[in-house]
């Protein structure tokens, strides 16, 4: 009778862990930090903490989508680079509002080619994509003769830096982006292939989802979203470096997506997960560089802040007594 | 045709390397010359000695970012120890630190269940910033001469880190595909719960993965700073990428399970020979990116067209 | 606080004004003995009471508006954003900047951009957030800074970059000379050649990785200067990775691809050390040249690897950078978009122990 009871127990405080263990954890950073430093405790930090969390909460959202359905994509961060060079080149010839639907279309295609590559070529997503994150840097490279872009164009900078009665609007894109995808996951069959792919693609391909289709949209999705993300973050630079954007962010939105809850290798996983995983990162790079933490510093946190994190995330599992 | 197919499955990654030979005799005069044939597998051999580590790691159906970082650390410790205990035991010592990252690494991911991917990318940039505050933020020069015969040394003519990568090839060699421990290995990493049932100790095993790992990426952690004579905190970046790229590319299956020593010798020495090839006709960097992905893609692409063939073969019944 | 000492103020006034009262009562009563003098003294004392009265409260004026400009002379903050803490060159901007506003009395603020350009920008909005009154930067992407400075400069915060190059509406940007360093650079290695009857005319060049847009310039400099004194560049490769071992490879490549080089020179200083290191290990006789003056440049030229290096002064660009935001808060001095070239200096083995010295004496510490 104790057993069931406190097994019951177990797996409520797992279930609830799973729902409300990284706010928690977020929650738990934001409180540190504020009680550290003034500065931190202020809106326009904690809107700026907002703010800056959509460049890896936008482009996680495709990413989430792509390891639920059990693939990878690590080419990311150099497709980011790529397209932001691409599109906002085009900016003299077809304006603003042409070079950020640009931008994003071409992001989509790349995404798309990705996706022809691993299902009907047969080569797995990561070295594809591996092989892509080489291709595109490269591309950037070549396309600019490796000068940077300098983006003046109002609509485009707006993207990143503009305001809705007062609120920034990156935040109100990503709001807008998590709408789409929780709608696109939750309410459309779609997202049942996904997670279904992911679970098993061989009983998801008997019971006559077509497999091929689903992994293909999925990275066209990758591209989509990393196409929105390549807009903001180059707004908020206000320029496109073929070397120096998207360094490192393909990891960057794979750690935020696990941290989120989304397990490597397939299934369900959680949106909410990841867009709180991008504000604890952000805050946590934030909160350490205004209290003045010198790199090697912020590393060493960073990292043991991470595996901290995503092992509190693991106790359900041991609570369930199972293994991932 | 299936007998040419077994035989690339272990040495297809030699086939480019023939190929890209033609063209670079071609294209250069400078390249068909014995040392820049012997500098081309010497800038090879950073690359496959971790690329051997690698190669047990995705095999056990793992991972490991921390590389670049644990060179680093190794480097540090090397140029500090040097000084106080001496050449042997400095690198013996600098060798161990580096393998306890790989301990700590496979206990991380063992027993707090927590991602390889996630736990070595971690891992990586608190290696990193370790090594920073060991290092005091600085490189530090190491003043004993004699420690640079390990990177830039010669024995009977040949390069001492082609010699070590050859050792260490040998070790690796049997230890994947003729001892139990390799055997494991392949076994965890292709059916992990599986292997659980059979009674294997799987988290000791990938524990060990781990702690190999790291082992060889401290092995040319001490080659690279003995090439320098400076302990470098912040060495390497972006290492990690080339073992990865260079284990995959010499044939190992990302499902794990099958590893593959012999392509992850020759790849590393055929993507040496792009980026030292290219060089030599002074074409730039971008081309040499643009090189590595598209062969990538284009191997794996040959390599899964090969593995359907043969299943069909398989399907007709013909044993392969 | 400023409440408090208005209160005490307010206080000590009506105490002196009781006691002024007070005083010129007891006067009063005094005077009953001379009657006569009773109006007169009373007309003075009412007078003196009046007069004081004034006095005081024009000094409690005059303290208040005290109180009041002590209190808006609140210490000038400087808010310095570094590149990476990671590498000697920005540990001595920082140092200059640092120092500078110990100098000037300033308090000091530094964050640190780990290298990563978003947090570059969101590094910038947070110091203008905590109301900084200037900032100095040293960008990791110096294209990258438009959207914030032009933030800054609407909160009225001048903005100066310290080396690496500059986007945006800043104030000044204080930069190392790099064209001319790769001048000295070519200039240098010449006159090593000068009497050497080997001399090929061929030099090779280790170049930093595209997207550091400063660093190219010393490339420049160099193939310029080269070539104005009748040498060849034969071999031309980027150093990857960016470290000393990449040094290291890009050397034994340049060797094999140009194996008749006489000099060569590194764009930046640890790979320069690696390069000296592979012209080491292959025997060759080779001139190596690199660019930073890192104090394991240093070394090397002491051990006699390197031949010499083009020394930049971090400290000196760090502690200038206050010095100019320092003009413009406090003399109103127009600073609108300016280059400030900071002087580059050669190294060599001859000049090394003096160059050496002077950099200690500075910084406070050894050079290397």
């Not at chain 1, 640009?102 to 092989?131: E, H, W, Y």
């Not at chain 3, 030099?203 to 060849?232: H, V």
């Amino acid at each position: 009778m104790v057993d069931i009871r406190s097994r019951n127990l177990k797996v409520k405080v797992a279930q609830q862990w799973e729902n409300f263990g990284m706010l928690f954890i977020l929650v738990l950073i934001l409180a540190i930090f504020s009680s550290l430093d003034p500065n931190f405790r202020t809106v326009y930090n904690f809107i700026s903490i907002f703010k800056y969390s959509t460049f890896i909460a936008i482009g996680g959202i495709g990413m989430a989508f792509c390891i639920m359905s059990g693939d990878f994509d690590i080419s990311v961060g150099s497709m980011l680079a790529f397209v932001g060079v691409l599109g906002s080149s085009f900016i003299p010839f077809i304006g603003g509002v042409g070079a950020v639907l640009s931008t994003i279309v071409i992001a989509s295609i790349l995404g798309f080619i990705n996706g022809i590559f691993i299902t009907k070529l047969r080569i797995p997503a990561f070295i594809t994509t591996l092989g892509m994150l080489y291709i595109f840097r490269a591309l950037a490279y070549l396309y600019t003769s490796n000068v940077p872009v300098y983006i003046e164009n109002k609509f485009w900078l707006y993207i990143g830096n503009g305001k809705i009665f007062n609120i920034n609007f990156p935040i109100i894109l990503m709001l807008i982006c998590y709408l789409g995808g929780y709608l696109l996951l939750r309410k459309s069959p779609f997202g049942r292939y996904i997670v279904a792919v992911g679970t098993n693609p061989d009983a998801s391909r008997l019971s006559g989802i077509n497999v091929d289709k689903v992994r293909i949209i999925v990275f066209t999705l990758v591209g989509f979203f990393v196409g929105i993300s390549s807009v903001v973050v180059s707004a908020n630079l206000g320029s496109a470096n073929p070397g120096q954007l998207g360094q490192g962010y393909e990891f960057q939105v794979i750690t935020a997506v696990v941290l989120g809850g989304t397990i490597l290798g397939g299934g369900n996983g959680s949106l909410g997960g990841l867009f709180v995983a991008a504000l604890i990162i952000t805050a946590l790079k934030n909160g350490l560089s205004l209290m003045q933490v010198d790199s090697y510093w912020q590393d060493v946190a960073t990292g043991l802040v991470l595996i901290f994190a995503v092992a509190l995330n693991r106790i359900r599992y041991t609570l369930l007594g199972q293994r991932e | 045709m299936i007998k040419f197919l077994k035989l690339y499955e272990r040495f297809g990654i030699f086939i480019f390397i023939i190929l890209g030979s033609i063209f670079l005799a071609i294209a250069s005069p400078n390249f068909l010359q014995t040392n820049t044939i012997l500098n081309i597998i010497a800038q090879g051999t950073y690359g496959a000695i971790v690329g051997f580590g690698m190669t047990f790691a995705i095999t056990s159906g793992g991972f490991d970012l921390s590389v670049a970082a644990v060179m680093g650390l190794t480097s540090v410790f090397l140029s500090l120890l040097i000084p106080v205990l001496g050449i042997p035991l400095a690198i013996i010592i600098s060798l161990l630190v580096a393998s306890s990252v790989g301990l700590v690494n496979g206990l991380i991911i063992t027993k707090l269940n927590v991602n390889p991917l996630i736990t070595t990318l971690a891992m990586m940039t608190i290696i990193r910033g370790v090594s920073l505050l060991v290092a005091g933020g600085r490189q530090i020069v190491i003043s004993e001469k004699m420690f640079s015969i390990i990177g830039t040394g010669f024995l009977a003519g040949i390069p001492i880190p082609i010699i070590i990568m050859v050792v260490l090839f040998i070790f690796m060699f049997f230890t994947m595909y003729h001892s139990p421990f390799g055997r494991h290995v392949s076994a965890v990493g292709s059916n992990e719960s599986a292997a659980r049932i059979s009674g294997l100790n799987v988290d000791l095993i990938k524990i060990m993965v781990f702690v190999l790992v790291a082992f060889t990426a401290g092995v040319a952690g001490v080659i690279r700073t003995s090439q320098t004579l400076i302990g470098i905190p912040t060495m390497s970046p972006g290492f990690e990428l080339v073992a990865i790229t260079v284990t995959i590319l010499g044939g190992t299956s990302l499902a794990g399970g099958r590893g593959n020593i012999w392509g992850t010798l020759f790849a590393a020495i055929f993507i040496s020979m792009i980026y030292y090839g290219l060089n030599l006709l002074n074409v730039q960097i971008f081309f040499q990116m643009l090189s590595v992905g598209t062969v990538l893609i284009i191997a794996l692409f040959i390599d899964g067209a090969r593995n359907r063939y043969l299943e069909s073969v398989r399907a007709k019944g013909i044993k392969v | 606080m400023r409440k408090l000492h208005i209160l005490k103020l307010a206080l000590i006034t009506i105490l002196s004004i009781t006691l002024v009262a007070t005083f010129s009562f007891v006067g009063c009563a005094q005077a009953e003995e001379a009657v006569e003098e009773v109006e007169e003294a009373t007309e003075e004392a009412v007078e003196e009471v009046e007069e004081a009265a004034e006095e005081v409260e024009e000094e409690v004026e005059e303290a208040a508006e005290e109180v009041e400009e002590e209190a808006a002379e609140e210490p000038i903050t400087i808010g310095f954003s570094v590149w990476t803490m990671e590498f000697t060159f920005f540990q001595n901007v920082e140092k200059g900047v640092r120092d500078a506003c110990e100098d000037l009395g300033y308090e000091y603020i530094m964050i640190d951009q780990n290298a990563d350009p978003t947090k570059m920008v969101q590094d910038l909005d947070s110091l203008v957030s905590q109301g900084v009154d200037a900032i100095s930067v040293t960008p990791v992407d110096p294209g990258a800074l438009g959207p914030a400075v032009q933030n800054a400069r609407d909160a009225g915060i001048p903005v100066v970059c310290a080396d690496i190059g500059k986007s945006g509406p800043v104030n000044a940007l204080i930069i190392s000379d790099n064209f001319e360093g790769g001048q000295l650079a070519a200039g240098y290695l010449d006159e090593l050649l000068a009497d050497n009857p080997d001399n090929t005319y061929k030099f090779g060049l280790g170049n930093l990785q595209p997207q550091w847009t400063y660093a190219r310039e010393r490339g420049e400099g160099f193939i310029d200067k080269s070539e104005e004194l009748g040498y060849e560049i034969a071999s031309e490769i980027i150093v990857d990775p960016p470290s000393a071992e990449g040094g290291y490879d890009t050397m034994q490549q340049i060797i094999s691809a140009a194996p008749d080089i006489v000099g060569a020179f590194f764009s930046s200083g640890r790979e320069a050390v690696g390069a000296a290191q592979a012209v080491e290990g292959a025997g060759e006789d080779i001139y190596v040249v690199g660019y930073n003056g890192d104090p394991e440049e240093l070394q090397a030229i002491e051990d006699g690897i390197l031949a010499g290096t083009i020394l930049q002064q971090p400290y000196v660009i760090g502690y200038q950078s206050v010095e100019i935001l320092k003009e413009i808060l406090e003399e109103g001095a127009e600073y609108e978009d300016e280059v400030v070239p900071a002087p580059v200096k050669l190294v060599t083995p001859e000049n090394l122990e003096e160059i050496a010295a002077e950099l200690e004496e500075r910084r406070g510490q050894p050079a290397y």
